[in-house]
């Protein structure tokens, strides 16, 4: 992992910053996405090593393209990309409004299509490059309530494989995260009644990534899936 170039995106999350502090010391150089500015700033002055910080909002192409921009001329290219970004609306299907399915669709589908297309593009050009796409279990199970985040995540596993078939002739490799319920700032703002003690910590799904970052060279961890005993879907 030393002097690797690794973009996190959605870096000040539970999964992200648990990655974050997870990688630093390994001595890679880390390029941290987040919206929120003060928060990106108080996780990359607790970081040690050559840390980028980039507030970015994934939904607008535009930053998306800046981030990449930023992180070429920092580093000088991108190694690997960490998309954990992402947002939650759990209601039932008649209760969703226009803007519920706007905001999953376009944080967690076309934000992590932006941000792994643009990264694609420089990794291309070097014909090597991991990214990973934090998908959740409800991008591979439904669930009831979850109509709309469920629709967005199974977006991301559609595109990840599509791409995946397109670049892995230019050794770009994916992997795809089918975590249970991670206790973490997702579930702060969700309306259901969960014992979030039961659930994984984001340094399992850590501890997972950061696992498929270090395999050997020629592996290819295409999915991690990993729930608690709680709740499984198998």
């Known amino acids: 992992m030393q002097d690797k170039v690794v973009v996190v995106v959605g870096a000040t999350g539970g999964i992200g910053s648990a990655l974050t502090h997870k990688l630093a010391p390994t001595g890679v150089r880390l390029v941290l996405a987040a919206r929120d500015a003060v928060r990106l700033t108080t996780l990359t002055d607790d970081l040690p090593g050559q840390v980028l ?8 192409p535009q930053q998306v393209d800046t981030l990449i921009e930023k992180t070429i001329a920092e580093f000088g290219q991108i190694d690997i990309l960490v998309n954990a970004a992402g947002a939650g609306i759990l ?5 969703l409004e226009p803007a519920d399915l706007d905001k999953m669709l376009d944080v967690n589908l076309k934000g992590s299509f932006y941000t792994t297309q643009a990264a694609a593009e420089e990794m291309q050009k070097r014909k090597s490059g991991h990214i990973c796409n934090v998908v959740g279990i409800l991008g591979k199970h439904s669930m009831g309530m979850a109509a709309a ?7 991301v596993v559609g595109f990840s494989k599509c791409m995946a078939e397109e670049l892995k002739r230019f050794g770009i490799k994916f992997t795809l995260f089918y975590f249970g319920g991670v206790d973490s700032p997702f579930w702060d703002n969700v309306n259901l009644k969960v ?21 050997e060279p020629q592996a290819v961890p295409m999915e991690i899936n990993i ?8």
């Open 227 to 234: 729930q608690p005993d709680s709740h499984l879907f198998f």
């Open 149 to 155: 985040y469920s629709a967005s995540k199974f977006g």
């Open 53 to 60: 910080s980039v507030p970015t909002d994934i939904t607008n």
């Open 195 to 215: 014992d979030r003690k039961k659930m994984l910590s984001p340094e399992t799904a850590a501890n997972a990534i950061f696992f498929a970052l270090s395999a």
């Open 91 to 95: 209601k039932p299907y008649n209760s």
